[in-house]
Every structure is written in C-alpha cells, then in structure tokens.
C-alpha cells in the first residue's frame, strides 16, 4: 500500500472515492462518504497491510532513521488516521451500527498494538541506532523521538530476559484486570446506594432542575406518579445528583447520609476495594523493580517533565505552605458565615459545629452572597460569533496568524459543525481545524476536547489540522447559541491545545505538535489561553450584548474576576492532597515499609487538610485517577502544568498587557517556543527558550491570591 501524497503544496486535495474512506490516508476526512459499515472491512484490511509490513520491518530494518523511524512513522500514521476517524465519530456521532462495529475491531488492535510494542527486534533496532555514529548528526527533534521510543519500548518489559519478561507480562495482564475490577466496583457501589425522599421538607433548597432529574428517576425506579414539585424523588452518588444535592440541600441530616456514602463507596462487602488497591500497588512495585527503578513513583517520574520525585515534592510543599493560612482562613469565615446564616432561621437546625457535609453547602451560599450574579445573566453578552471573532482576532494580535472561514469547502459530520483555515502572515495556509460546539444528546459524547485529525509532517508535505469539540448550549429558538463563562473557558482551553498542534514547526510526525509531549506539560498552552479570559480588555471585546449590543459592564467583570480566588487556597490544599497520597504510595513498598493504606492517608491529611477526614473515609477505594486511571503517581501533573502555564502568562504580564507591541513581541516568542516546538524539544528546554529561566510557582500563586504581597 502507498501513502497518499495528497496534501501538496499545502492545500488538501478531495480524495477519490474507490477506495475505503478510511484509507483515504493524508487527505481530509470524506465524512460525507464513511459510514460504520466501513469500519470493520477498513481497519481489518489496514492491521493485515501493517502486520505484514511489521513482519518484513523486523525481518529486513536498517538501524537507521530512513531504515527503521520512517517505516514506523508511515504506519502509525495510518493507524492514527483511520483509528483516529472511527475514534472521532465515536464521540461526535455515536450510534448502534458505529459502536457494534468499533467494538468488533478494538480487540484486535489491540492485539496488533501488542506486539509492535513487545517486538525484540525494533527494540535491538532502536538501540543499535542510538548507538551508532549517524545518531549524533540527526537532528534534536530526531534523538529525541529515538530516545522516547526506547524509553517506550524498555517501559513496556520487552528488553527483560526471559524469565523477568515473562512475570512482568504476566504483571501488566493482572494489572489490566485489577483495574477493570476497581471501575466496575466503583460503578456498583455507587449504582447500590440510593434513597428516596418523600417528605418536601427534606428536598428544600434544591433547584429546579434536580428536582426534575430526581423525579424522572424515582419513575423510572417504579414510582410511576413521581413529580417534580411533589416527589418522591429518587437521591444517588451520581455526580449531577450528589454536588447540587450538597450544595443546595438543607436538610443537613440528608447531606451527611449522602456525604458518609460517597466517602465510604466500595470501601465494604462485593465491591470492596481495599485488596485490589493493595495488590495494584504490589504489583505496580514489583514491575517498576523488574524494570530496575527503586519505585513505581521512579518509573512514572522518568518519562514526565518533572526530573525527579523529590523536585515534585519540593513543589508541592511550597504550594502547600503557601496555601495553608489562606486555607484555614478560608475554613474560618465560613464557619462564621455558616453560624450567622443558620440562626437566620434559613437553615432547619443551627448549625452547633461546622461538619464536612456543611462545607459545601456554605461555600455556596457565601459565594452566592458575595458574587451575586449567575452565569444566566453573563450568556447574553456572549453569543457564539462574536465570541469566535474576538478569539480570532487575539489569534492575530498574539501570534500573527489569520483564522479564515472555509465552511463548505470540505465535508462535516453535522451541519452544525464549522470550518477554519489558519494562514500565516503572508497569507500562506499553515493549519486547518473543524469546531463542533454544541451539546447533541444521544450522539455525542459530554466534556470538551482537541484531537487531531491530521498531523504535520514535512516528509508527506501534510498540514495539521485539528478537531475542537465543546459541549457548549445550542442556539434555541433562533437566537444565537450565548455562552456562559465556564463556556467561554472551555473554547479557549481547547483552542490553546490547537494551537499548539497547528502551529507546530516541527517537521518529523512522530513529534510533531502534541505528539511526543510530557503528560505533566501537555497542558501548558490550554491553560495558559484561560488566563486570557481574566483579562478585562479581552473579556470585554469578546462580549456584545445580543439585544443592546453593549460590552459586558464592568462590575460583572469584577464578580468575574473576584470569584476567581474564592476558596483558591481551600481547592489548591485539596489538590495537593491528592497528589501527595498518590505520590506517598507510589514512592514506596507499603508492606515492607510497615503501613497500611489508610494511615498513609491519614499521615497525609495530618498537614494538607484543615477539616481532617471522617475516620472512616474510605475515598482511596474510588480514585479511579490513579487507581483505574493514567495518572498513578502522576496527579501532581495538574498543578506541574499549572505552574508553567501560569508563569507563561506571567511573561505577558510583565511585557505589560495593555501595550500592544510588548504583547505581540512576546506573543510571537510563545509561538516560536512553546507552540512550534512542541514535542520535538525537552519541554523544560522549551520553557527555558520563552521565559529565559526555569519555571516558578510566584504567577500561580498570585493568580490564586496566595502570594505574599496579595495577602
Ligand atoms: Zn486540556
């Protein structure tokens, strides 16, 4: 099979249509062609095509870049192309026939995965190429996709002599299992436990809309005259019931049964999980050992940003020292906050003692009281368009590029679904991306994310382009879709991800925009665009009423702005303790080191909390993030990410944010450094060539209202 050489001259080419249109490899996606009967015939034929070239790669490769890097390239390419197709409409146009067809393959790519990343002689390949003489001459971006595929391959157990090969694969097929096991615990455990209120009086305080959802459950539950004014109403774990119930609720006695649940979730009886946590994190020891690291903590550590576990510690320290006064301060005025409130007879009891299931609903009302307004009231001053046109034209002002509008030039998989080119400052196309923004029930997946669709590479003269899918309101009743500000926040995170992918420089697909790039930095552009979004001027030009056609007024951007670092501390110490119980485990044998699980927690909680847990806080048992998750000693990244992208910003705000050539000249820096490079440089030397120095917590701080001259 050849490749398709169909993106010359930085124009795609509409590709033909004879064959499967998964294979239309290169060329933009014929999304009015595929269809889900294509998916089993495309990527079956596909796995055969490639598992033939593996066979005759491992047979006949050169240890050379042309020999060995170029033929893995082309096929993962292809994979990613076709896979990455079915993947995306999985998401954006889900289905019966889709879903039975992705289900149908999944396994046997699997397999295929498998054995191109168990293969002994692509690892013997690899490494007689780093050893060689040509490795020196290649370019950086090129030792580095060399370096990561070894460290890649060596992670994976395939350099392991026999006997050690085959427990650590026996390890990793035990681990997929406990993993699985823990979800679908955590899954039962939370669909086991349910209450029903009948009494009104218990279901005060809580809105509308969760007094519909928990009717409409407690009908389908068999209370078959179940309303929304009149109950029952049918209360679970399930997060859209839980935070509201918690924040609204005024029935303390049903937030703390509801809040002792949620706590204690699959800590007991079938789907306890406190022996597979235990065994996970045996086994997660013994395979880091098998592949000579003292830790799994180590292991995970070598392939992040972050050079060592002690350097992340010492971060999170100082972030925790940072937070802990604001944070017990925090915990002060709401406990007055919440004496006053109760006694003003808004509550069914006084509240005697603040208890963990009263923070929420406190927090709530004191920022409902301080911030008054609702992000119903911001949507107005944000429709869709304008929001887009004022996005773009940062583009410009930042990073000298042009968003042009380019709907109808290729094919879309909804009629919603938009089009963009990106040209550069001579008008040259550079990157192209679809945005899906609306909600659709039924076909589309929630949350919001970048993908790529097609990756830069200069061999095959390819250009990125990107797929932003957001989950934002639709428009109704004719009106323009309007966003409300966490919506706002999403479409610029996403957009900070394309960025990154579209304006990639680099020429080697294997690194070229995302690709290649450290889990605990990936995160850097996305969250770095959200900072725009406090920005008063930028705030202000993206809005312009639907009706009045007037810019958000300045006291809302206040509320905006001041609501921000409301409870900032309470959520970084939170987040800290997260991270550090994950490291704490990771970092160590718990046998042989004499503790149980639970008093790592409680050791943890002793200085990253300031209301210590319940005794019988179970919460480990459903941390499905580093337990079922990929972020086993790796929670931490959150805030490594949010360290840089914070002090990324801060450059521009030491340029000065008002003056429109500081800001260009160091927008043109970021693009040069952090969006062209991507993966093909050590993201700690990527940050060093925008800041001119490593990175500092002093911006996340601050944003925060942590720093020491903000207090
Ligand atoms: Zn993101």
Redesign the pocket.
């Known amino acids: 099979m050849s490749r398709s050489k169909s993106a010359r001259e930085g124009t795609w080419s509409l590709a033909s249509t004879e064959t499967n249109p998964l294979h239309l490899f290169g060329a933009l996606p014929r999304f009015d062609l595929i269809e889900a009967s294509h998916v089993e015939d495309g990527i079956r034929s596909l796995i055969e095509t490639l598992s033939c070239e593996l066979d005759e790669l491992e047979q006949n490769l050169e240890p050379t870049w042309a020999g060995l890097i170029e033929p893995l390239e082309s096929m993962g390419e292809r994979l990613g192309y076709a896979w990455g197709l079915v993947g995306h409409l999985m998401g954006v146009k889900n289905g019966d026939a889709l879903r039975e067809a992705h289900a149908a393959v999944q396994g046997e790519l699997v397999v295929f995965g498998l054995r191109q990343s168990q293969s002994r002689p692509l690892l013997e390949g690899l490494e007689t190429l780093r050893e060689s003489d040509t490795f020196s001459i290649l370019e950086g971006p090129q030792r580095r996709i060399i370096e990561n595929l070894l460290r890649e391959a060596r992670h994976s157990g395939v350099g392991l002599a026999e006997a050690p090969r085959a427990r650590f694969n026996e390890i990793a097929a035990e681990l997929a299992e406990l993993g699985t096991n823990f979800s679908n615990h955590v899954l039962d455990a939370t669909n086991a436990f349910s209450f029903t209120i009948t009494d009104p009086a218990e279901m005060a305080g809580i809105p509308e809309s969760l007094l519909a959802l928990t009717a409409q459950d407690a009908r389908s539950h068999g209370a078959d005259g179940a309303s929304a004014s009149q109950g029952p109403w049918r209360i679970t774990l399930d997060a859209p019931v839980l935070i509201p119930f918690l924040e609204h609720g005024q029935s303390r006695q049903r937030r703390e049964e509801l809040y002792r649940a949620y706590v204690t979730r699959a800590s007991t009886g079938d789907f306890d999980n406190t022996k597979i946590i235990e065994k996970i994190l045996a086994l997660r020891h013994e395979m880091a050992v098998l592949l000579g690291f003292e830790s799994y903590a180590d292991l995970s550590i070598d392939s992040k940003m972050a050079p060592s576990i002690l350097e992340v510690e010492n971060l999170l320290e100082e972030l925790r020292s940072a937070s802990m006064a604001g944070a017990l301060g925090d915990l002060a005025a709401l406990k007055e906050f919440a004496a006053t409130e109760s006694q003003s007879g808004d509550d069914s009891s006084s509240i005697g003692t603040l208890e963990l299931w009263d923070v929420t609903f406190y927090a709530e009302r004191l920022r409902e009281q301080r911030f008054d307004y609702s992000e119903e009231a911001l949507r107005p001053y944000f429709p869709l368009s304008h929001v887009l046109d004022g996005l773009f034209a940062m583009a410009k002002e930042l990073f000298g590029v042009s968003i042009v509008d380019a709907d109808g030039e290729t094919s879309v998989w909804h009629e919603d679904v938009r089009f963009f080119r990106v040209l550069g400052e001579g008008g040259e196309p550079i990157a192209a991306f679809y945005l899906d923004p609306y909600s659709r029930s039924g076909q589309k997946r929630g949350g919001a994310w970048?993908d790529e669709c097609l990756g830069r590479n200069a061999r095959t003269q390819e250009l990125p382009v990107a797929y932003l899918v957001c989950n934002q309101t639709p428009p109704v009743d004719g009106q323009p879709s309007q966003m409300s500000f966490d919506e706002i926040l999403t479409l610029f995170?996403?957009f900070g991800?394309g960025l990154q992918h579209m304006l990639t420089r680099v020429d080697f697909a294997l690194a070229s925009g995302i690709r290649n790039i450290e889990w605990d930095a990936?995160?850097l552009p996305?969250?770095f665009m959200e900072n725009w979004c406090y920005h008063r001027e930028t705030l202000l030009g993206l809005s312009r009423h639907v009706e009045s056609g007037d810019r958000l007024p300045d006291e809302l951007f206040e509320k905006i702005e001041a609501a921000r670092t409301f409870r900032a501390a309470s959520q970084m110490l939170r987040q800290i303790y997260f991270s550090s119980i994950d490291l704490a485990l990771h970092a160590r044998d718990l046998e042989s080191a004499g503790e149980d699980l639970f008093s790592v927690q409680r050791r943890i909680a002793k200085t990253t909390t300031v209301m210590p847990p319940l005794d019988e806080d179970r919460f480990l048992c459903s941390f499905g993030h580093i337990f079922a998750g990929g972020y086993a000693a790796g929670y931490y990244s959150y805030k490594w990410a949010e360290v840089l992208s914070a002090d990324a910003f801060s450059a521009f705000e030491e340029a000065g944010l008002d003056d429109a050539a500081a800001v260009a000249e160091t927008g043109m820096r970021f693009r040069e450094t952090v969006l062209a490079l991507g993966g093909g440089t050590s993201p700690t030397e990527v940050f060093q060539a925008f800041r001119g120095r490593g990175p500092s917590p002093e911006a996340l701080l601050r944003h925060s209202g942590l720093s020491p001259e903000a207090s």
């Open positions: 970048m995170h996403e991800h990936v995160e996305s969250q």
